[in-house]
């Protein structure tokens, strides 16, 4: 089945300990794209990757990093995180844009 | 840069009455566009997509949109409502394979509550 994965689906963490989501792809796709979602404004980017090597920031891109050394995982990395980075994550991976296929999401609290 | 903006965030209808939920975006290039939905807890699920075919697309669950170039918009209807489409719904645009950029911009979303 196509699909993207990330893990884990829920986490609770403490401000400064770093953490990382993992996202996995099946699907062979080169584009792959990480976005938080908060309540009023919509889902926002993090950062995106056009391909292994190939990444670059989004429109909310602090406090996060990212990494693609394999094709189909493109893991995102808070190296302290702070309270304000409480959120609901989506990796999205797509086909040269005629889809994008999102993850289940990843709900942070950071406390 | 692309954006999109989808007004009202939120609409309520009773079951069996027309949904309407709008999105006008603004784009550089032709745009490739797209409506998700979000059910609670849950990720988001593509309901249809332009893709510069045909300017009236038909998703699933009976959902469709008219892509209106001289409008800038990309309105999503259903004849019908039904319980279950009791969701969050976004817009969103993409510059698509004609540029280096497939970013996905989305709307803030609409929030479609039906009333029985």
């Known amino acids: 089945e196509a699909q993207v994965t990330q893990n884990p689906r829920y986490l609770i963490t403490v401000t400064g300990k770093k953490l990382t989501v993992t996202c996995s792809q099946n699907?062979?796709?080169?584009?792959m794209s990480w976005y938080r979602q908060d309540p009023g404004l919509g889902l926002r980017q993090i950062y995106y990757?056009?391909?292994?090597?190939?990444?670059d920031k989004g429109d909310v891109p602090e406090g996060y990093k990212v990494s693609r050394k394999e094709k189909r995982n493109f893991p995102l990395i808070l190296e302290s995180p702070s309270p304000n980075q409480t959120s609901l994550y989506f990796c999205?991976?797509?086909?040269?844009?005629?889809?994008?296929?999102f993850g289940s999401g990843t709900r942070l609290t950071v406390v | 840069a692309q954006s999109v903006t989808q007004l009202g965030s939120h609409v309520s209808v009773s079951e069996g009455a027309l949904v309407l939920l709008r999105c006008n975006y603004s784009?550089?290039?032709?745009?490739?566009l797209f409506w998700y939905v979000q059910y609670p807890n849950q990720g988001l699920q593509l309901l249809l997509k332009?893709?510069?075919?045909?300017?009236l697309v038909k998703g699933i669950n009976g959902f469709e949109a008219e892509f209106k170039k001289s409008e800038t918009s990309f309105h999503l209807t259903k004849p019908s409502a039904h319980m279950s489409d009791a969701a969050e719904y976004f817009c969103?645009?993409?510059?698509?394979?004609?540029?280096?950029?497939?970013?996905?911009?989305f709307g803030k979303g609409t929030l479609l509550t039906v009333n029985p």
């Open positions: 999205a991976s797509s086909d040269r844009g005629y889809g994008y296929t």
């Open positions: 699907m062979n796709h080169e584009y």
């Open positions: 990757s056009m391909n292994v090597e190939v990444t």
């Open positions: 784009s550089s290039v032709p745009p490739y």
């Open positions: 332009y893709t510069s075919a045909a300017t």
């Open positions: 969103a645009v993409s510059e698509g394979s004609g540029g280096s950029n497939y970013k996905l911009t």
